[in-house]
Structures are given as structure tokens and as C-alpha cells.
């Protein structure tokens, strides 16, 4: 089965998306959508790192991404905000990283498949290397789910409850570096901020829960993937940007029909008022 | 002795909040902070339950000491579903018998499954009060708890802190700047502007210089207070700003 590169493509998707889900939601209660996108551009240098080294892309992306979660999580807080931040450090390596790719003499390159991803092209190590991230995130957001949930309601209130919100904020900005340097073969640089944030933002209505609503972004992600996959067999489109569109379909279709169901809900009671 | 600060000071950033706090509280009392905006009466709670720490001084807990804490708003992002009773057990499990006991010590056995972004702001005050209950404090904490409260609600409120004080044999230190209220309610009361005015029964407070020179003698007259509260500073003025 793993021979097919259909079905690895469908499993890399899918991997992808379980574990983007849960922080899609964090990104999207902290109001840091920003840091996907900004992630994903230092990513750039990381692959520019990595043909510069000859090392395997994903370990540059990761060193990258790393260093600069870590990097924001310590200047965060003196003073400087935090996109502003983010838009400094995503920007000066975007451009640094597309600087040292021109000077790489004798490599030919195909940039686009480093912005779009090439699903197509996960072999089964990239397989390894994606359900490996994507266990090893879920395990880190599993394990401080409830710390971390407090510390983004209210700082005050976990330190209250003896959780320091700067250390749940770092461990949150290590797994997001994690799933963008796995999430690179896939979706590639531009588009890794859509997998996080649009099926997290397609479950908010859905859901009561916090919980609820991370899992119901993990099919919704993972219905995406293996549709998006179908669809770009099917009418042979770019792979990465098909599934990006089928999510945000769904985003539009669902958030439609929960908001006609309210309508109805709405109109029926207030009928039935009227009879009382 | 619950808890007790020894010459404190704090500071956020560079600017100097709080200095040279030296208060201690026991076992049971209610004990009031007043102060104008920008007193430092939520840096001062802050620092007590240990969210910012202080650049001088100490504070002494007893050993084991569990401190409750309301704090004076909560931002709910509107992008976060959470019900009252999923809020009441972060960050750990409680069991359905506890979860009764402080959302009926609090007055909130309504709300347990609305969602936190629906609540009035009387509302989330009760539920922010269960959960401070929830591990059975020896000290209350309340950061103006009856902001945007009426008149009959700011008097309710009040009832319940008092049976809750009794229930669970707390102490508790209430933040307002609600002076009338307050005061008939509290065993002490501290004034507060940067540092420790006067303190002492409410009675008497209220008649001391260094309190109506805050506050102003007449407590609906802004423009005295306003201009009283300056003269006052002038004459105790911070260590730092000299």
C-alpha cells in the first residue's frame, strides 16, 4: 500500500492535518495567525540552510523555525509586540533566504516546490518524518492541553493555579515550529497558515467545547486532505493549493449552513411564542 | 498570620508601582484596599498571588497557604467556545460534588452549562467567584468585584462574601473604590496610592487626615477630592520621585 504514491500522499495529508488541528485552534484563540505565515517564510532560510549544508531540508527548516519560536518567545513581552516581532524576523529571513539560494552555484532548484508543496513526492521517509512530528505534537498539546487552554484564557489565572504562561507559550510555539517543517513537503511554505487556521476557524460555530471544536477541525482537515488529493487526480491541479481550496469550501459551506439552521431555529421559537 | 509583605516594592517596567508595602493578614478578617485609578490596588494583587514579582522586599505565606483569585475582568476572545462547567475544571478534573458546592456557595448553579461568552458581567462574576472556590481558600482575593454592578447587586454581592467567609473560614481582601459600601462591611481597611496611606478600622480611617486628604472630605465632590489628592502626594511623596 505504501508503494502508491496516492496513498502516501493521502496519509502524509492526513497527518498533517491531525496535528495542525488542535494548534489551529490555539493560533486562532491567541489571535496569532500571523505566526504560521511568519514560520513558514523563515522556513525559506532553512532550506536555503540546508542545500548551503547539503543536510536533509527538513532538519534546516526545523533549526530555523525552532530558533525562531524561541527567539519571539523570549522577546515577547519587552516591548515589542508581537507581530511586529513576527514581521521583522519572517520578513529579514524570507529575504535572506532567497538571497543565499541565488548564490548557490551549480544547484538547480525548483523554488515552487518548496512554496507549494509536492504532495505527490513524499517518499516513505517523508512519510517517517510527518507522523513522526505530527505524534510527537499531538503528544506536547495532549499532555499540556489544560495548561495551555488556562494560560490563553488568563495569564493571571494560571499563575494562580501555579502554570507559568510563558513556558505553556513556548512549548505552544515548539510544536508550531514542528508542524511546519514537517508540513513543508506537503502543502509547502505559503500555504502551511491555511491548514492551521482555516479548518480550526470552519469548527469554532460547530462546536461548544474547546476540545469539540479541535476535533472537529481534525476531520475537517483530514476530509480536505483526501478530497483535495481526489479532486487534483482527478482534474490534475496542483495538489497543495487543491487541498487548501476544498478546505476553504468547506469553511464557506458549513459555516453557511450552521448559520441558515440558526436562522430556522430562530424563526421556529419565535413562532412559537407567537402561539403561546 | 495568612500572609504578610515586608517592605515591598514592585515595579512594571521601569516605572515604580508600589513601594515599601508592608501589611499582614489573618485568618478570617475582610480586609478593604482603596486607592484612586492607578494606586497599584491589581499590581498590588498580582504580586500577592505571585504573577509579578517584587524588585524589593518580601512576602512571607504560611506554609500551604491556598489563595482564591478574582480577578477584576476576564477577555474572553469570542473565538474560544467554553462552557461554565468546562471553564470550572481547568486546569484539572473536579468531581460533580464539588462543582455543586462552589457554584451554590457563589450563587451560580444556573450557569454551568451556558457559555462563558454569554454571561452578563454579574454573571461571570459569580462563576470567577466559584472558581476561586474551588480549592477551598484560606484567602480570597477580589479585584473589584463590583465593578458594573447596581446598587442591589453590589449589596448581594457583599451578602455572599460574607456567608462565603463564614463557610469556608477564609480571609478575604476585597479591592474597590466604592468607598459607602465597603466600609460597613470590612474589619480594616487600607489606603493605598503608590503606598500604604493610612490603614485601620473603618471608622476611624474615615475620619483620619491622611484619608480624607485622598479621598476628599466629602466623598461626591471630585473637584476637592481631585485637588486634595495632589497636596497629599506633595507632602508623601514616593522615595522613588524625589
Known amino acids: 500500500m505504501l508503494n502508491d504514491f496516492l496513498y502516501r500522499a493521502a496519509l502524509a495529508g492526513i497527518g498533517v492535518a491531525l496535528a495542525a488541528a488542535p494548534l489551529g485552534c490555539f493560533v486562532v484563540w491567541r489571535r496569532m495567525a500571523f505566526f504560521g505565515d511568519a514560520t513558514a517564510h523563515a522556513a525559506m532560510l532553512g532550506v536555503a540552510l540546508s542545500l548551503t549544508l547539503s543536510t536533509p531540508i527538513f532538519t534546516g527548516v526545523l533549526a530555523i523555525s525552532l530558533a525562531m519560536a524561541i527567539t519571539v518567545s523570549t522577546l515577547s513581552g519587552r516591548g515589542y509586540a508581537m507581530d511586529t516581532l513576527l514581521g521583522v524576523m519572517a520578513h529579514s529571513s524570507l529575504a535572506i533566504g532567497l538571497v543565499c539560494v541565488s548564490f548557490l552555484s551549480g544547484v538547480r532548484i525548483d523554488l515552487m516546490a518548496y512554496l507549494f508543496g509536492d504532495i505527490l513526492a513524499v517518499g516513505k521517509t517523508d512519510l517517517a518524518i510527518i507522523w513522526g512530528g505530527a505524534i510527537l505534537v499531538l503528544a506536547m498539546v495532549g499532555y499540556r492541553w489544560s495548561a495551555l487552554l488556562l494560560s490563553t484564557l488568563s495569564p493571571d489565572l494560571a499563575r494562580a493555579s501555579g502554570i507559568s504562561p510563558r513556558r505553556e507559550q513556548l512549548i505552544l510555539l515548539i510544536a508550531l515550529a514542528i508542524v511546519v517543517a514537517v508540513a513543508i513537503k506537503v502543502v509547502g511554505v505559503l500555504l502551511i497558515a491555511a491548514m492551521l487556521i482555516i479548518p480550526a476557524a470552519t469548527a469554532r460555530k460547530l462546536s461548544r467545547t474547546p476540545e469539540a471544536m479541535a476535533l472537529m477541525a481534525a476531520m475537517i482537515g483530514a ?23 476544498v478546505v476553504a469550501f468547506l469553511f464557506v459551506v458549513l459555516n453557511g449552513l450552521q448559520a441558515t439552521v440558526q436562522r430556522i431555529r430562530t424563526l421556529l421559537s419565535d413562532e412559537r411564542q407567537a402561539f403561546d | 498570620m495568612l500572609i504578610e509583605t515586608r517592605n515591598l516594592s514592585v515595579r512594571i517596567g521601569k516605572t515604580p508601582i508600589l513601594s515599601d508595602i508592608t501589611m499582614s493578614i489573618q485568618r478570617g478578617e475582610i480586609v478593604t484596599i482603596i486607592g484612586p485609578n492607578g494606586s497599584g490596588k491589581s499590581t498590588l494583587m498580582r504580586t500577592l498571588i505571585g504573577a509579578l514579582l517584587p524588585c524589593q522586599g518580601e512576602i512571607l505565606r504560611s506554609p500551604g497557604l491556598r489563595i482564591g483569585y478574582v480577578p477584576q475582568r476576564l477577555h474572553i476572545d469570542e473565538t474560544l467556545p467554553l462552557t ?47 472558581r476561586a472556590l474551588l480549592d477551598k ?24 462574601i460574607a456567608s462565603i467567609r463564614q463557610q469556608y473560614d477564609c480571609a478575604v481582601i476585597l479591592v474597590s473604590h466604592d468607598l459607602r459600601v465597603v466600609m460597613r462591611r470590612s474589619e480594616r481597611v487600607i489606603c493605598l496610592n503608590g503606598h500604604i496611606c493610612c490603614e485601620g478600622k473603618p471608622d476611624t480611617v474615615g475620619t483620619s487626615t491622611a484619608f480624607r486628604s485622598l479621598f476628599g472630605q466629602d466623598e461626591d465632590d471630585d473637584t476637592l477630592a481631585l485637588y486634595q489628592h495632589r497636596e497629599h502626594d506633595r507632602r508623601h511623596s514616593m522615595p522613588e520621585a524625589v
Do not use: K, M, N, W
Open chain 2, 84 to 130: 461554565v462547567r468546562r471553564f470550572l475544571q481547568l486546569p484539572r478534573r473536579r468531581s460533580r460534588e464539588e462543582l455543586q458546592a462552589v457554584v451554590s456557595s457563589a450563587g451560580a448553579q444556573q450557569l454551568l452549562d451556558h457559555q462563558l461568552l454569554a454571561l452578563s458581567g454579574g454573571q461571570l462574576q459569580r462563576v470567577l467567584l466559584a
Open chain 1, 223 to 245: 476530509c480536505a486532505s483526501v478530497a483535495g488529493l481526489a479532486v487534483s487526480y482527478r482534474f490534475d491541479s496542483p495538489t497543495g493549493p487543491t487541498i487548501v481550496c
Open chain 2, 137 to 160: 481558600p484560606d484567602l480570597l482575593l477580589l479585584d473589584e468585584p463590583t465593578q458594573g454592578l447596581d446598587r442591589r447587586g453590589t449589596s448581594a454581592f457583599y451578602h455572599q
